[in-house]
């Protein structure tokens, strides 16, 4: 088996076509076309079933997917961080990440960073549910992942390096909104904006309703924390967010609820830190804060 091989295996199980794998990887067709042959033969069977208009993997195919995709990454990896050190960190940083943190944790360390190593790209890997962020790092999707702490046990490098806080938010006229902190249960009767089942949040606004003793009263239902903000500053219902994605000119209130509702962020990875990576996690390290006494922390 050879680099190539594998190279030409996962450009086909991605773009469903030889055609579009073909010029993915810089090739002819009948070229990749030979560079598949020699791969089955050498297994001694089928990796792909071939359709009329399109390829679909065998079982054999799926199996040896997620082990090929490991293996050109660790070699491009391998490559990126041989020229980071070379070339004084250049090239290209992949973070895999939750959607509500890509647009509320992120940006400021992305900043600080791009100030120390304007030679280095970052490309992001944006994910709905904690679940699907961790399988995607398992098969080597990106350099590390931040994240919620995975549950699931983990045999790479993991490290927390902060935490984000949820706070509700409800319009600018809501009584509460006088008061410097609420508990949950101040809100147990009022209509929530909740999440989409397949989002990440949805499971925390759960939990901590139901360690609140309620299930929230829902209005409607949204796959964006972002979206959960705007919709609950119109009045439709309290919203349950990170409090980092707040918009600070939107009219609305946020209130802090007691105990601080909190979820530790990690970054992890399947190998060991590349030098560029470790750069990146160094700059999380710096601004990690303390956690707020007594605070809550939510495992979700």
């Known amino acids: 088996m050879t680099l190539r091989q594998f190279e030409c295996f996962v450009a086909v199980a991605e773009e469903g076509s030889f ?3 073909a010029r993915r990887v810089g090739i002819s067709q009948p070229s990749l076309s030979q560079h598949i042959r020699g791969l089955e033969a050498e297994l001694g069977g089928l990796l792909f079933d071939r359709l009329p208009r399109s390829v679909s993997l065998t079982p054999a195919g799926r199996t040896l997917l997620p082990e090929a995709r490991v293996a050109v990454r660790a070699v491009e990896r391998g490559w990126q961080n041989a020229r980071s050190v070379l070339a004084l960190e250049a090239g290209e940083l992949e973070i895999a990440t939750v959607l509500s943190l890509a647009v509320g944790l992120l940006p400021r360390h992305i900043r600080v ?4 190593h304007p030679n280095v790209a970052i490309r992001l890997h944006e994910f709905r549910h904690r679940v699907l962020l961790e399988d995607a790092v398992e098969q080597g999707v990106a350099d590390f992942a931040l994240g919620p702490r995975p549950v699931r046990r983990w045999d ?11 706070v509700l938010v409800s319009p600018s006229s809501e009584p509460l909104a006088r008061r410097r902190s609420i508990t949950l249960d101040d809100v147990r009767d009022r209509d929530w904006v909740l999440y989409h089942p397949d989002h990440g949040l949805a499971g925390v606004v759960e939990e901590v309703c139901r360690q609140a003793g309620f299930r929230p009263r829902g209005t409607v239902r949204t796959s964006q924390a972002e979206g959960a903000v705007r919709l609950a500053a119109a009045g439709l219902g309290i919203a349950l967010v990170p409090d980092n994605i707040v918009l600070r000119e939107l009219d609305c209130a946020v209130l802090r609820v007691e105990p601080h509702l909190v979820r530790e962020v990690a970054v992890y990875a399947r190998a060991p830190w590349s030098p560029t990576a470790e750069a990146f996690v160094e700059v999380l390290r710096a601004e990690a804060r303390p956690l707020p006494p007594g605070a809550q922390i939510v495992h979700l």
């Not at 960073?113 to 120390?116: F, G, K, L, P, T």
């Not at 790479?156 to 984000?164: F, H, I, K, S, T």
Request: proline share 6%.
């Open 19 to 21: 055609t579009r794998a």
């Open 113 to 116: 960073w791009h100030e120390r």
């Open 156 to 166: 790479g490098p993991l490290e927390v390096v902060g935490w984000e806080e949820f």
